[in-house]
Structures are given as structure tokens and as C-alpha cells.
């Protein structure tokens, strides 16, 4: 969860950045921490963070870098039975 929070929060910021004429923000690219991540998500180490990013890249929900954070919007196929009974 708060790796997505922190997405949130740096999207949010990048809306609000000072743009250009060409309409491309600036200032200095994101880096997602470690640190940050296990702060945000209330869990004890770099290295318990570092271990949930890859179970949920594992499952398909999200892919780390260091200067990214790529959330899947799509459904996953697993899901789709379920997001059918509930529409």
C-alpha cells in the first residue's frame, strides 16, 4: 500500500510543478527509495520492503524501479470472474 501512496503523492507533485512553454515539468526525476517505501508502508526494514515489492511484481500488481513505480490498471486474468459477478 505504500508504494501506491507514495505514486499518488508524486503524481500529485508533478501536476503541480512549474512547466515550461513546451509543457514538460521540471526539476529532478523520482527516486523511490527503500527507505521510503518501508516508512510509508509501516514495515521494519529496507529489506522487508525490498522482499514485498517483489511479491507484488511477482503477482502482477506493480513493477519497481528505482525511478519508477509502474502500477498494473488493468484486471488480472485471475480476477475477471469476480469483477464480472460483482458488476
Wanted: glycine fraction near 6%; aromatic fraction near 6%; hydrophobic fraction near 40%.
Amino acid at each position: 500500500i505504500g508504494a501506491f501512496e507514495i505514486v499518488a503523492i508524486r503524481e500529485a507533485a508533478e501536476r503541480v510543478r512549474t512547466r515550461d512553454r513546451s509543457g514538460k515539468g521540471r526539476g529532478p526525476t523520482p527516486h523511490f527509495q527503500l527507505a521510503e517505501i518501508a516508512k510509508f508502508s509501516q514495515l521494519s526494514s529496507e529489506a522487508q520492503a525490498k522482499r514485498s515489492l517483489k511479491k507484488l511484481e511477482a503477482a502482477g500488481l506493480l513493477k519497481y524501479e528505482a525511478s519508477k513505480i509502474t502500477i498494473n490498471k488493468r484486471a488480472l486474468s485471475f480476477a475477471e470472474d469476480f469483477i464480472t459477478l460483482l458488476s
